[in-house]
């Protein structure tokens, strides 16, 4: 008999009745009530958009593994954008296994009234994401639009989950993740989880403590994490994910590794058809292609580009399950999730006779818990192939936003790759900084009254590729032109754009190049018979340095993506009638988190100014103590006098 599986995570269900000898508490109206006359006011958090004075999640299996959440939430609003965050509680689940109930949904006004959801108010839909996607119309999203949303108010959500009890053959997975603090202040939060006696969990706290308390009675476990008076997370430039710096739950049943890819390996490999369509879509892809790296890029291209993305960032990875769909269907249909369009790509792969694997990753790079195995914690599916011009590639099948081979989320994370009869633990790919350049040139003639009529172009490859792609790719023209005169004031005010060109960005096999020309008034500051000149910076913001110091000190660790290095380089043509009588000196520095340095270089003879700068960053995190070091090295670097050149007419 074919095994078949059901996913229980923090979305759990209710067949028979809950485990009530050990009931998480129940707050009461009148608790409630005390909750919120006694909590804090805008003033006292200042930087918050609300205050959760309550978020409190209780989940309970039942001897046959139905199981039943409840949720209460009480959340006081306290600056106008809490509304948004607020106002429409937006809850996704899978309908084939669980049922959403909302037990209580009301708005506590400033003066004590209470004003109910009304049940219009109160709907089940698809979630617009999916709407042209029938595969997963097993996914819905309950929305409670609360009334009287203001600050002041206070609202106030129970909502109850249900799930059907597995199969008798179906394997049980207790797992899950939860962060404990996040950009608004928590009161107190809750998690607790109660289990048939006999069920093991076993679970990491990671980034912080947790309180955690366990009671047994003579028909379960249960186990509880909570924390009280969580401060809030304000967001700094550059910072770590939330996911690094949040206490953060992981939670799981499963006792090895072994156990969680041999089932999904039986999933997966299940749905890998290498014959019929799949067979004939490998061959069409490939048709006069014969060396294999080729082979490679036609394939990922085609899954990558015209197999329709759907929930990235959107259907959280295990919602609609792990399982795929057969890869045919996936190919007929034209679009896929993380699990579709990675079983398509191995299925055509194959077919190819290539050899590949899906393998897990989190995009946000948290550290695994190797000690606990679950597969909520990842959040993708990318597909690795071993051997790529003599390197295993990463591909990410929905990476249709950078150059080939090039994934910016999860790099040097753990990942989970899962083999037909194996598994391994592996660290995801890191681009060093060399393949993350940013090579930009300008040419600059400066006229005698100051103007200048310039051009600058810039090559980028990986994060800066990215960045770039991320930013234009898909944008309207009017989008793309509103950006060059954006670039353009950027290099001086008054600067007019004269024209631009970039290259074809939706190509992914040509590294981007970003061309524009610009005049610009008064760049050169005329002071009788001087003028003073500074260089000026790149003005595409996704090529230059991914820096913002404004701060003096920092909470959070200062985190890159990748290591970068950036190259500028220029020629200055010096108006007629004028003479360099100062050119900046050259600079240099270098510490354990990268290198800084520019020259400027004068020709008397033919009347010009070359210079070059470099910046080198090695260290993608620097910790806070590290951070004053790092900032004084970017803070020397960019002094005005690195780059002033005087002028004395003739």
């Known amino acids: 008999m074919k095994r078949s599986s059901i996913i229980l995570v923090c979305l759990v269900s209710l067949v028979l009745l809950p485990l009530h000898s050990l009931e998480a508490k129940q707050y009461t109206d009148e608790e409630v009530a005390e909750m919120i006359a006694g909590a804090p006011t805008a003033e006292m958090y200042p930087q918050a958009a609300a205050y959760v004075l309550l978020k409190q999640k209780s989940i309970h299996y039942n001897a046959d593994f139905s199981a039943v959440t409840d949720e209460h939430l009480v959340v006081k609003i306290l600056q106008d954008r809490g509304k948004n965050s607020y106002g429409d509680i937006k809850r996704r689940y899978n309908s084939d296994k669980d049922s959403m109930v909302v037990i209580k949904a009301v708005t506590h006004l400033a003066d004590g009234t209470i004003q109910e959801v009304q049940k219009k108010a109160i709907n089940d839909l698809t979630p617009p994401w999916l709407a042209n996607a029938s595969m997963y119309s097993n996914i819905m999203q309950k929305v409670i639009s609360f009334s009287g949303i203001a600050p002041g108010v206070t609202i106030e959500l129970k909502l109850k989950i249900y ?10 997975f207790i797992w899950g993740t939860s962060l404990f603090r996040g950009e608004d202040p928590v009161s107190y939060k809750e998690l607790s989880l109660t289990v048939p006696t006999g069920v093991n969990i076993s679970y990491a706290v990671q980034n912080d403590d947790l309180d955690y308390n366990k009671t047994e009675a003579d028909n379960g476990v249960t186990h509880t994490w909570h924390v009280s008076n969580s401060f809030q997370i304000i967001p700094e430039p550059f910072m770590p994910n939330f996911i690094k710096i949040s206490p953060r739950l992981v939670f799981t049943n499963v006792e090895n590794w072994d156990e969680v ?6 999933k997966f490999y299940d749905h890998v058809k290498t014959d019929g369509d799949i067979k004939k879509k490998a061959k069409e892809l490939t048709k006069g292609v014969s060396g294999r790296e080729d082979k490679i890029r036609n394939i990922s291209l085609y899954v990558i580009n015209d197999i329709r993305d759907v929930g990235e960032g959107t259907l959280p990875l295990g919602l609609a399950g792990y399982e795929p769909h057969d890869a045919d269907t996936v190919l007929a249909n034209k679009y896929g999730d993380w699990r579709d369009k990675s079983v398509l790509l191995v299925s055509l792969l194959e077919a190819a006779g290539i050899e590949s694997y899906p393998v897990f990753v989190n995009r946000q790079e948290p550290k695994l818990a190797e000690g606990h195995p679950t597969l909520k914690q990842f959040t993708s599916i990318y597909v690795y192939v071993p051997d790529y011009e003599g390197e295993p590639l990463w591909v990410n099948p929905f990476a249709d936003h950078c150059y080939f081979g090039f ?75 509103q950006f060059f005169l954006s670039s353009a004031n950027a290099v001086g005010e008054g600067s007019l754009n004269v024209e631009y060109k970039t290259t074809d960005l939706t190509n992914l096999l040509e590294p981007v190049k970003i061309a524009q020309t610009f005049t610009t008034p008064e760049l050169g500051v005329v002071e009788g018979d001087m003028m003073i000149f500074r260089a000026p910076d790149v003005p595409f913001g996704f090529a230059s340095a991914p820096v913002a110091f ?13 290591e970068l290095l950036l190259k500028t380089e220029g020629t200055i043509f010096l108006p007629d009638g004028y003479k360099a009588v100062y050119v900046a000196k050259p600079f240099a520095v270098e510490n354990d988190y990268g290198s800084w340095s520019t020259e400027y270089k004068l020709d008397e003879q033919e009347n010009t100014i070359e210079f070059a700068t470099t910046i080198r960053l090695t260290d993608t995190t620097i910790d806070t103590d590290e951070y004053f070091e790092f900032k004084k090295a970017f803070d020397d670097f960019s002094k005005p006098r690195n780059k002033l050149i005087l002028l004395e007419q003739m």
């Open 407 to 481: 994934f910016p989320y999860g790099q040097g994370s753990k990942a989970l790759l899962v083999r037909k009869d194996s598994h391994e633990l592996l660290t995801a790919a890191e681009t060093p900084a060399d393949a993350n350049l940013a090579h930009s040139s300008f040419e600059i003639r400066l006229k005698p009254n100051g103007d200048v009529e310039g051009s600058v172009a810039s090559q980028l490859s990986g994060y800066f590729d990215w960045k770039s792609r991320s930013r234009l790719k898909d944008a309207t023209p009017k989008k793309v032109e």
């Open 163 to 172: 799930s059907q009890a597995p199969d008798e053959d179906d394997e049980i």
């Open 550 to 562: 404004g701060e003096a000190m920092r909470f959070y660790n200062f985190e890159l993506e990748s």
């Open 261 to 266: 890819a041999s089932w999904f390996s039986e």
